[in-house]
């Protein structure tokens, strides 16, 4: 005779949860949502990543393949919920509404009350969409002004920088003030407890804060604005974001650098493009003291012409810088029109200089040092003979 398995009798009894028996049984829960669950999981997954291969066999533009892989993200995730919402109605069955009151009804019990303020696990709950939409409608204010105010207006980037991100963080924390009182924090009744709170956590804190301030003061006084050709210690690179606490830098090797603002507001900054993107180049070389300076000029101001990053209707420079051990430096000034081309036309002008001197035949000295010995007059040994007599 073939035995059947039969499965422990507490499978099929009702989870019983101390003062709580629920409406299910552990097999009710395993083969009514676990299994279903996992289930729809890997349907979902499957069905997206099948419209994100299409979707990349479509032609399209890019920013458009991107906006649409981002709704198909929304759209999996909305799907899955769905999913397990109604996954778990069909479980509870007929005691859906009872049951969804019993735990509204604990989440919503106050665990914090201070004044007319009581913070329950609902309150905490909703704290996160407040957060949300205060970001995105900072966000959405920010695209709004930069696509019609800013452009309206035709302001220059350092104001525009400004005025757009003192809108957002405004934005931002006007909602986030009103949010929180319509799900009923109180923030004055708070005010005592932030204040304990604030103590401990700023000694925590305390970088934080200095970036976040520093970030105010760079968006307010503007040393910095996105675009600009910064060098901050050995750091050199491009301004790609600068965001509350931190600024974001692309370097001449295409390298991405976080910077606290701290660290940018409290130290000496080199700002290449601050009011003008515009430099001149400085390029320091020697010559022999044979050389003819008066040729040396003429050939060093024919390469600053002949530069394809140079301004043009601008005035080069040539100096005699100084009187060196080994040669006498000069130095040709060259106005360029960007300072991010700073890097490549250096490298261009150097190359270029060691052409036109070798095809001109001035020379570039090697270090040397001259070293005179004189001769020393023999050592008498008159005294020694005597001595020995």
């Known amino acids: ?27 009710e829960l395993t083969t009514e949502f676990v299994l279903p669950s996992i289930g729809a999981t890997v349907a979902v997954l499957v069905v997206f990543l099948l419209l994100r291969r299409l979707l990349r066999r479509l032609e399209i533009g890019e920013e458009s393949r991107e906006r649409f892989r981002r709704w ?66 900072s966000r959405a204010t920010r695209r709004m002004l930069e696509h019609g105010l ?4 035709n302001l220059d980037p350092a104001r525009s920088f400004s005025l757009l991100n003192v809108t957002r963080f405004a934005v931002m924390g006007i909602a986030v003030i009103v949010g929180l009182s319509v799900i009923g924090i109180n923030l004055s009744s708070l005010a005592v407890l932030f204040g304990v709170l ?9 970088a934080a804060v200095g970036d976040m301030f520093a970030g105010l003061i760079i968006i307010f006084a503007r040393p910095i604005k996105e675009g600009d050709r910064v060098l901050v210690d050995d750091i050199e690179g491009t301004v790609h974001q600068i965001k509350l606490l931190h600024t974001v830098v692309n370097t001449i090797t295409h390298e991405t650098i976080i910077i606290p603002n701290s660290k940018i507001t409290g130290n000496s900054m080199h700002n290449y493009s601050y009011d003008d993107v515009r430099i001149i180049l400085c390029n320091t070389v020697q010559v022999s003291y044979g050389s003819d300076l008066d040729r040396v000029g003429e050939v060093l101001l024919e390469v ?19 009187f060196d051990d080994s040669g006498i430096t000069v130095r040709l000034c060259t106005w ?28 570039i000295p090697f270090p040397q040092m001259d070293l005179h010995v004189k001769q020393v007059p023999p050592v008498s040994n008159t005294g020694g003979d005597d001595a020995s007599g």
Do not use: C
Not at 8 to 22: E, M, N
Not at 122 to 129: D, E, F, G, H, S
């Open 1 to 27: 005779m073939r035995q059947v398995f039969e499965l422990p009798a507490f499978v099929h009894r009702p989870i019983d949860l101390g003062p709580l028996t629920l409406p299910f049984s552990l097999w």
């Open 72 to 137: 198909l993200r929304r759209g999996a995730r909305l799907l899955w919920l769905l999913v397990i919402v109604a996954l778990g109605s069909r479980l509870l069955g007929a005691e859906l509404v009872r049951w969804a009151g019993t735990v509204l009804r604990i989440l919503n019990q106050p665990f914090f009350t201070s004044g007319n303020t009581e913070i329950s696990a609902v309150t905490l709950i909703l704290v996160i969409p407040v957060f949300y939409f205060a970001g995105w409608l």
């Open 150 to 153: 800013v452009r309206r207006f």
């Open 198 to 206: 604030g103590i401990g956590v700023g000694f925590g804190l305390q």
């Open 304 to 322: 600053a012409r002949r530069n394809p990053w140079a301004v043009a209707g601008m005035k080069h420079r040539y100096q005699v810088w100084s």
């Open 336 to 363: 360029i029109r960007d300072a991010s081309e700073r890097i490549p036309a250096l490298s261009w002008t150097n190359l270029e200089i060691w052409r036109a001197f070798r095809d001109n035949g001035i020379e």
